[in-house]
């Protein structure tokens, strides 16, 4: 998968090449608006990454310039500004997405992830391993090995998502978005406590665990 | 010295306001005098004719009724002369030959009669060209003469024709004399007119002139000064008035943002700290296991940071008026049943209960991220800050116009010092270990909507926290 950054923030620009290189892309980057558009518009990258604050032009028109070009990238938006306008906003109904600042790296990582599945054709299977875990995505149904995991609804499908990103990171904010649709930062440890009510019936004693605490970032679902 | 004194008069406003106040009034008044002018001046005409067609009438009947003999002409011209002569009573008691009345007869065959100012020849060339109807006198210009005469012809026997001419010198006179003195009165009554209002703008801005005076010494470290107000109920009073409104809301928002700054200061300083001494230690035992858990430590300090960051610029935002909604029509119980549902575990983590009562088709126009980040924000205070084992319920219902939601528990309530002040940011309980962003967020955020949130106690001698959001009409 190759990406493209731009980011005129040196320090932002850095660390999201080496973090994203780190996570298993190909990645390029670019300062300003026009040399990235000269690179955009080959039609060489799966998703793009635009900071809004660009110093010649601005993202969303430099989006606009890139899609009236042909470019069908899926774009990763990044804001400085906490309330992010309604024109980011239907962008992202579009089909892209937007991150503010300060973000985690696993976000980033989960969103472009994320874009680049939801542009691919991957057909939906119907169940899901990970392990000796097996969920069956029709019945909403959970097995560790033989035995029947007893979850709700919701655990249900916090586990999905953690399934469906095993290996990976996800952030207690990725958490949200996707299992609750809700884009909230609580002050307390709502999530934390989700993931310890589920992982107390899927890791029960005698079983590896599958369900780790990365500190400091959020949680991971693999085997070990 | 006296020259810019002049200079500085003329750029002020009430200047230009005594300027046009006199030149309407003159302008009025000049109107007025030319209605009346020409009023007085057609009285006059009136008056002047009514004599000639009567002279004129009294002299055909003179002519006509004179027998034809060498005596005529004579007769005629004594009548004449005597007709003209009363009107040199009225114009010229010196009695100099009438110079503004002319009386002739044509008779056929024989020599006109003339009586009037000579010479003779101007006046007959001047009736010769005349072909109006008898008795109706008309405007006749003589050469050397500066009036025009009103003249009025009549016929007499025997094919001959009157005329008699007169020039109302004496009425000229009159109303030239009007002239002149409503010019003379005209202009005094002018320059009272300015003075008088040059005067009372000149008095009346200089109260503005003090306002603005006062406002430039207003400076930012001494906002609390503020302009005298009278009694008055004008505009300049008003405008003090409105000033010192102003200057309360700004010295309430200076206030604020110095109290935000100071806090956001103060809040950074103690996490800054920390998150500096863990990685200070991580770096100076990079070897040992503990790094590990030190870094997350920190990042996970520095997360909470840029929470209390981010919601002080919101509730700025909100503020300023900048907050961008985006609105959707929502159903408040769905909203509030998902968030509870994402909070049970934690309230039964702490053995509290929480009850739902939620009615549900309640739909109101609202932003979904930003209500449920307000009621996130409410359920995290009762999460954090009740004392274990409680009962916690959330109802919503409707209430009027309303969609309500009641948030309440049996804890031990709001202190009675902070209940006032709660929806003020950094307003927090002693022992609370929150940023004191959270109320002033939701009543920020509930306000942008149109709606209102209330803090009472419970019927269990808890808080209750009311919501209020107008409902939209949905189509049945």
Known sequence: MRLLIVEDDEAIRTFLERGLAEAGFQVDAAADGLSAEALAVEGIYDALVVDLGLPDIDGLEFIARIRSQGSTAPVLILSARRSVDDRVRGLEQGGDDYLTKPFALAEVVARLRNLLRRYSTQPESSHIRVGDLDLDLVRREARRGDRLLQLTAQEFALLEYLCRNAGRVVTRTLILDHVWRMRIDPATNVVDVHIYRLRGKVDVEGVLPLIHTIRGIGYVLKPV | ?476
């Open chain 2, 1 to 476: 010295m006296s020259l810019s004194l002049f200079s500085r008069a003329r750029s002020t406003a009430a200047w230009r306001i005594s300027i046009w106040t006199t030149v309407a009034f003159s302008i009025c008044s000049a109107i007025a005098f030319v209605i009346m002018y020409l009023l007085v001046a057609r009285d006059v005409q009136t008056r002047s004719d009514a004599w000639l067609t009567g002279e004129g009438d009294v002299l055909s009947d003179v002519v006509a009724n004179t027998p034809r003999d060498s005596l005529d002409t004579r007769l005629v011209e004594e009548v004449a002369e005597l007709a003209s002569h009363e009107v040199i009573q009225i114009e010229d008691p010196g009695g100099q030959p009438p110079q503004s009345v002319f009386f002739i007869l044509t008779r056929s065959g024989r020599d006109p009669i003339f009586v009037g100012p000579s010479p003779q020849k101007l006046f007959m060339n001047a009736i010769s060209g005349m072909s109006t109807r008898p008795d109706v006198p008309v405007s006749v210009v003589i050469p050397g003469h500066e009036l025009p005469f009103r003249v009025v012809w009549d016929n007499v026997p025997d094919g001959g024709r009157i005329y008699l001419g007169f020039s109302d010198t004496a009425g000229a006179v009159m109303m030239h004399r009007l002239v002149t003195r409503f010019l003379l009165i005209w202009c005094a009554m002018a320059l009272l007119g300015f003075a008088i209002s040059a005067a009372g703008a000149f008095r009346t801005l200089q109260r503005v002139e003090r306002i603005s005076a006062t406002v430039d010494g207003i400076g930012t470290q001494d906002l609390g000064r503020r302009l005298p107000e009278t009694a008055a109920d004008d505009e300049i009073s008003r405008l003090s008035r409105t000033f010192n409104r102003m200057l309360d809301r700004i010295q309430r928002s200076v206030k604020q943002i110095r109290i935000v700054t100071d806090s956001v200061a103060h809040d950074l300083k103690s996490p800054v700290t920390s998150i500096r001494g863990s990685l200070e230690v991580a770096l100076l035992h990079g070897d040992s296991e503990d790094w590990r858990e030190r870094v997350a430590d920190a990042v996970e300090k520095l997360d909470r940071l840029s929470q209390t960051l981010n919601t002080a610029l919101d509730l700025a935002e909100a503020d300023a008026g900048a907050l961008p909604l985006k609105l959707e029509t929502l159903d408040l119980g769905a909203l509030v049943e998902n968030l509870s549902d994402l909070f049970q575990p934690s309230f039964a983590e702490r053995q509290h209960t929480l009850h739902c009562h939620i009615q549900p088709g309640l739909f109101i126009d609202g932003d979904p991220s930003l209500l449920s980040r307000t009621i996130a924000n409410l359920l995290d205070n009762e999460v954090a800050h009740l004392p274990p084992g409680r009962q916690v319920a959330v109802t919503v219902c409707q209430s009027e116009q309303y969609a309500e939601m009641i948030l309440e528990d049996d804890g031990p309530g709001f202190p009675e010092e902070l209940r006032t002040r709660a929806f003020e940011r950094f307003v927090k309980g002693q022992h609370s270990s929150g940023h004191g962003l959270g109320l002033a967020f939701v009543h920020a955020i509930v306000q942008a909507h149109g709606g209102c949130v209330t803090i009472t106690d419970s019927s269990a001698g808890g808080a209750q926290i009311r919501i209020k959001l107008p409902l939209v009409k949905v189509p049945a």
